[in-house]
């Protein structure tokens, strides 16, 4: 039987390399590996249904399950901060995504996995951060992970509040559809969230 796309040999020295920084990882706030892999999750879904590639589904996956690893460099005090942040502390904290972009640019990969995670901030307005890209200048993957990221932001419990409703996420959804959000991004989205799929990757456990 030949070898699926899943098991290339580049999937697989990335997946290695992948893994021995998120073996750096160990001690940080659980919440945030936690995040990460509902992250990935919602992000492959998304992925399978806009037609991408088994092997594009696969290193997005990678990425968006370490999206936040350049959280690893935030000061704690910051990290966790219960007060709202400062001015200089919120920079601070957007600098995660160049220090995840630093972190897996040294894998090396042929794969532009450093500029998924570099670029899950970025909005296709050009009002995202680090760098202010706008949509023709970011990889579908990176919108992807995006997307993901802010569904599970509002749809998953937290200790301190509850997740939204199926229809309060959709309504922010449609929100900022277009002007944050990319659009085909955006209603894959609303289409898992209408299966219940959405619901159950983030209700997985683990």
């Known amino acids: 039987m030949a070898a699926s796309e899943h098991e290339l040999p580049e999937i697989r020295e990335l ?30 879904s998304l992925a399978q249904l806009l037609g ?12 968006a399950g370490i999206h936040d690893i350049g959280k690893l460099q ?3 005090a910051i990290l966790h901060k219960a007060a709202p942040l400062t001015d200089a502390e919120r920079e601070i904290l957007r600098g995660h995504a160049r220090h995840g972009y630093e972190a897996l640019a040294l894998l090396r990969s042929p794969f532009p996995i450093a500029d998924f995670v570099h670029e899950h901030h970025e909005r296709v307005d050009g009002r995202g951060y680090p760098r202010g890209l706008t949509r023709h200048d970011l990889h579908l993957e990176s919108r992807i992970i995006t997307v993901a990221d802010v569904y599970d932001a509002m749809a998953s419990r937290r200790s301190y509040q509850p997740g939204r409703s199926d229809d309060e996420v959709a309504a922010e959804l449609k929100r900022v559809r277009g002007a944050q959000l990319d659009e085909a991004v955006v209603d894959a989205c609303l289409h898992l969230i209408g299966t219940g799929e959405a619901a159950r990757c983030v209700a997985e456990p683990g």
């Open 74 to 76: 935030i000061p704690p």
């Open 52 to 63: 991408l590639t088994p092997l594009r589904v696969a290193v997005l996956e990678l990425a």
């Open 15 to 44: 997946r290695k390399g992948v893994e021995r920084l998120r073996s750096l990882a160990v001690g940080r706030d659980p919440r945030t590996g936690a995040h990460e892999r509902r992250v990935a999750r919602v992000a492959r």
